[in-house]
T-cell receptor
Framework: GEDVEQSLFLSVREGDSSVINCTYT??????LYWYKQEPGAGLQLLTY?????DMKQDQRLTVLLNKKDKHLSLRIADTQTGDSAIYFC???????????FGGGTRLMVKP | EAGVAQSPRYKIIEKRQSVAFWCNPI?????LYWYQQILGQGPKLLIQ????????DSQLPKDRFSAERLKGVDSTLKIQPAKLEDSAVYLC??????????????????FGQGTRLTVV
């Protein structure tokens, strides 16, 4: 199974907040990332958080990290139709530079 | 700044045929990754290069997949012979970091648009 797990699907109304959750297993993870993937496109880095932080805010995006529970979340405020995409969380482990991705959460924003 | 370039964008082949994908990373990026993304799943690392050396190829099916980065810049990924289950998007990514810079932001990976492979 996946070392990084996400729920498959989230549907919200335009203007509402979206919260996408992720759990990971490796306590040695150094950085945790959120990537966005639109249809037919590559992965775009949205934001990241270092493992010694518990929160990071970047405009409409808020990342929360609970290291004890190995839980990461991405909150998108005032969600827009252009935010519809698949969101992947990823962890970078201390050993090596490889990224391990979750299965992705498809966010659908209804007008 | 030019991003990670990949070609072709799409490829359809029959099973047991061979196929090759090409990646040109961002200029100056020492680390190059190939990921396989099967429909509905997250990307899975196949191989990681640091300059022209292999750092991690533990998840590369070596009986049929091979990759090289001879001059430490461009890279090719080959599948020979292809199987139906190889149908996926093959993503190339690059990052600036050196192997021991694992705690620095310059490990951010930039992804290309991918090559969508369909094996029929």
């Amino acid at each position: 199974g996946e070392d990084v797990e996400q729920s498959l699907f989230l549907s919200v109304r335009e203007g509402d907040s979206s919260v996408i959750n992720c759990t990971y297993t490796d306590s040695s993870s150094t950085y945790l990332y959120w990537y966005k993937q639109e249809p037919g496109a590559g992965l775009q880095l949205l934001t990241y958080i270092f493992s010694n932080m518990d929160m990071k805010q970047d405009q409409r995006l808020t990342v929360l990290l609970n290291k004890k529970d190995k839980h990461l979340s991405l909150r998108i405020a005032d969600t827009q139709t252009g935010d519809s995409a698949i969101y992947f969380c990823a962890e970078r482990r201390h050993a090596g530079n490889m990224l391990t991705f979750g299965g992705g959460t498809r966010l659908m924003v209804k007008p | 700044e030019a991003g990670v370039a990949q070609s072709p964008r799409y490829k359809i082949i029959e099973k047991r045929q061979s196929v090759a994908f090409w990646c040109n990373p961002i200029s100056g990026h020492a680390t190059l990754y190939w990921y396989q993304q099967i429909l509905g799943q997250g990307p899975k690392l196949l191989i990681q290069f640091q300059n022209n050396g292999v750092v991690d190829d533990s998840q590369l099916p070596k009986d049929r997949f091979s990759a090289e980065r001879l001059k430490g810049v461009d890279s090719t990924l080959k599948i020979q012979p292809a199987k139906l289950e190889d149908s996926a998007v093959y993503l190339c990514a690059s990052s600036l970091s050196r192997l021991r810079d694992s705690n620095r932001l310059n490990t951010e990976a930039f992804f290309g648009q991918g090559t969508r492979l369909t094996v029929v």
